[in-house]
Structure formats: C-alpha cells, structure tokens
C-alpha cells in the first residue's frame, strides 16, 4: 500500500469526500503495475471534472491537485 499527500483545490474537495478520492487513488493503484503519482493526480483529476460535469453541466471551478509519494 502506497503512503501519499494529497493536496488538492476546491475544485476537487467540491465534489468528492476524503473517502472517495482515495477510493480514486486505490482503484488506481489496484489496475496499474507501476504506481505513478504524476498519473494516479491526473486520474484524480479526471474523476473530479467528471463530477463537476455531472453536478453543474458546463461550469466547472478550477481543478488543481498534487499527489506527493511518501515513503515507507
């Protein structure tokens, strides 16, 4: 099990619980060989656009996120 930091903006916390970003992050950990915290923010990213657009159509807020890998 990877340790991270998550810091993200509004624009991602707006949308997803604590819970369901490291369900996110998990699920992507579970289908990757290689965990990559450059790819597992901009899946992050990717979930949180998909709630902006299921909750507000076309308006999104802005979506910044950064993953930080610590070790063990």
Do not use: P
């Amino acid at each position: 099990s990877q340790r991270v930091l998550v810091l993200a903006s509004d624009g991602v916390w707006e949308f997803l619980s604590n819970q369901q970003v490291l369900d996110t992050l998990a699920n992507y950990a579970n289908a990757s060989t290689e965990w990559d915290a450059t790819t597992a923010c901009m899946k992050l990213i990717e979930h949180a656009s998909e709630e902006w657009k299921k909750h507000e159509k076309d308006y999104r807020d802005d979506i910044t996120a950064l993953i930080i890998k610590l070790s063990n």
